[in-house]
Every structure is written in structure tokens, then in C-alpha cells.
């Protein structure tokens, strides 16, 4: 498929996981994708051996305002255009209310909440341009609770919501706002997780299509969100979860 042939994609947290998944997708179906992560060293590894006249690399914090000018100047001084979106760099810490400190609370709010706000104020004049679109990576966290994960429910509450109010809003602009809500899904957030197989071995027995989750998977959906096939659809959080939702979350008897 060329579903996005002549399209410029802007991906955050582009180094690994979720977001490099994305950022080969997007190039398979022919975009020229920017590149934005935090880890210098991991993204330029990532960026080798994929098209290198169709790929932008840029480094920096989503939690700083002047990332996400830079990263959309960028863009547009390179590729000439701004179409997509993919607001997906994020962060977790563990802990309830009582085991979560205030400066941990502060950054996981400032990358997942106020970084995708950065990002998605410094393209909007650029996606009003071209009748673009943004995808943001929530969770299933963020339309259910999670035991000691204090902090990143209560911003990717935010950001699933962030995408109802910013849909509604864009929607007389012909931009399009989604989400994907993944659950557990194999990244560098996620090693330990991936590790302990007695925890894998519970997830599986909660998802009726298995776990963990994989990047491509999600990054499909992504894809799918951000094109045309999906010109109907704004304001959806989508469960990409292998059936968690589904099941409420109940174990297979």
C-alpha cells in the first residue's frame, strides 16, 4: 500500500517500540517520516538501514514547548509539509498515591500530558494546512484503573479525554483526533514485564487473543487511524488489546 505517498508523518518517541514500529510503517506506505525521540544514541541505531532521503531525525524532550516548534519547523523546512501526527512518547513510574513523589508525579505529566499538548499546539496551524490528522498513544489505563500505577492512570485519563476535546474542537478544521489504547505491549518500557513469565502468563490468561501485545500490531492501527480509510472516524479511543476490554479483564476460567 501507498496510502500515505508525498505525506510527511511527525512520530515522537520514534526510538523504539510503539513509535519506531510506527515510523516503519508509515515509510512502507511510502510518507517521509521525522523522527523525535529524547535517546540520541538509541534513535540514530534505529534510523539505520531505513530510507534515509525519506527520514528526518530530531532530538529532544516533548516536555519542552521549543521541542515541538523545532520538530514541526523541521518538518516543514525539509519535506515542505506537516500531514500526521503521532504523539506516542511517553513515560511510567510505579507506585500508588502514598508511593509516588511529587517530582515523579510532575515529569509523567509533563511527557505524557503536556507533551503531547506541545506537540499537538506547534502542528495544528501546519495539519489545518493540509486537512491532517493526530493519533496519540493512550492505554487501556486510561479508560480503566491499574493497581500501583498511580501516575500514568491519571495522565493517560487525560490524554483520552484530551482527544474527545481536541476532536471536537479541530473537527470545523478538517483535522481528525484519535487514540489507540494498547495494553501490554513489548518495548523498553515494558522489559521487565516481558521477563517475568509468570506475569505474561497472567496477562494471557485476561486476553482472549493472547499477550503481549507487538508494536507492528498497534502501529497498524495507528496507520489505519491516520488515513483515509478512517476520514469518518474522530474522537475514538481504540482499544488495541488483544481483547482486554472484551473480557473486562476476567481471567479464562
Known amino acids: 500500500m501507498n496510502r500515505f505517498r508525498e505525506k510527511t508523518v511527525l512520530v515522537t518517541g520514534a526510538a523504539s517500540g510503539i513509535g519506531l514500529a510506527c515510523a516503519r510503517r508509515f515509510l512502507d506506505e511510502g510518507a517521509r517520516v521525522v523522527m523525535l525521540d529524547i535517546d540520541e544514541a538509541t534513535l540514530r ?36 509539509r506537516l500531514d500526521i501526527l503521532i504523539n506516542n512518547a511517553g513515560m511510567a513510574t510505579e507506585g500508588d498515591i502514598m508511593h509516588t513523589s511529587e517530582d515523579d508525579f510532575a515529569r509523567v505529566m509533563a511527557v505524557n500530558v503536556a507533551g503531547y499538548f506541545h506537540m499537538a499546539k506547534a502542528a495544528m496551524p501546519e495539519l489545518v494546512k493540509t486537512r491532517g490528522s493526530i493519533v496519540m498513544t493512550s492505554s487501556v489505563s486510561g479508560l480503566g484503573g491499574d493497581w500501583e500505577l498511580f501516575a500514568y492512570n491519571t495522565s493517560k485519563g487525560a490524554v483520552s479525554n484530551m482527544v474527545r476535546a481536541m476532536a471536537m474542537d479541530a473537527a ?82
Open 45 to 80: 541505531k534505529a534510523v539505520a538501514g531505513l530510507a534515509q532521503d525519506r527520514v528526518l531525525v530530531q532530538v529532544g524532550d516533548t516536555a519542552d514547548k521549543a521541542t515541538a516548534v523545532a520538530a514541526v519547523k523541521a518538518a516543514v523546512d525539509s519535506f515542505g
Open 172 to 253: 470545523k478544521d478538517g483535522v481528525r483526533v484519535n487514540a489507540v489504547n494498547p495494553s501490554f505491549t513489548v518495548s523498553r518500557m515494558t522489559e521487565d514485564m516481558v521477563s517475568d513469565p509468570e506475569l505474561v502468563a497472567e496477562f494471557r490468561k485476561r486476553m482472549p487473543l493472547g499477550a503481549p501485545e507487538d508494536p507492528e500490531g498497534v502501529a497498524a492501527a495507528m496507520a489505519f487511524l491516520a488515513s483515509e480509510d478512517a476520514r469518518l472516524i474522530t474522537g475514538v479511543n481504540l482499544p488495541v488489546d488483544n481483547g482486554l476490554m472484551a473480557s473486562n479483564g476476567q481471567p479464562h476460567q
